[in-house]
């Protein structure tokens, strides 16, 4: 069964970087036709999905998000990776990695980050 851990800083300042990694374990990230997803979810608000990386390594990007989101991978390490620029207090979330694109089987528990001075 696979497994999704996400890993980073919990607080970030203002207009800087968001870097957030997920390790998966019990599956490779190269495995034909799986997908690699983030999602996050704000104080009272929905899941957000924000971006994912295909088996091949094509990336896809949630149209709101596309001016600051990067998504890569590290096949030695079977991690992807997440990054989000210029952020505000409106970033604050408790951040996804998941295995899926438009539905999602296996989840990482989330791991939450501040943005605050």
């Known amino acids: 069964q696979v497994q999704l851990q996400e890993s980073g800083p919990g607080l970030v300042k203002p207009s800087q970087t968001l870097s957030l990694t997920c390790t998966v374990s019990g599956g490779s990230i190269t495995t034909k036709f799986y997908y690699w997803s983030w999602i996050r979810q704000s104080p009272g608000k929905g899941l957000e999905w924000m971006g994912a990386i295909a088996y091949t390594g094509n990336t896809y990007y949630s149209p709101s998000l596309k001016s600051r989101t990067s998504i890569s991978r590290d096949t030695s390490k079977n991690q992807f990776t997440l990054q989000l620029s210029s952020v505000t207090p409106e970033d604050t979330a408790v951040y996804f990695c998941?295995?899926?694109?438009?539905?999602?089987?296996?989840w990482g528990q989330g791991t939450q980050v501040t943005v605050s001075d």
């Open positions: 998941a295995r899926g694109f438009l539905d999602f089987g296996s």
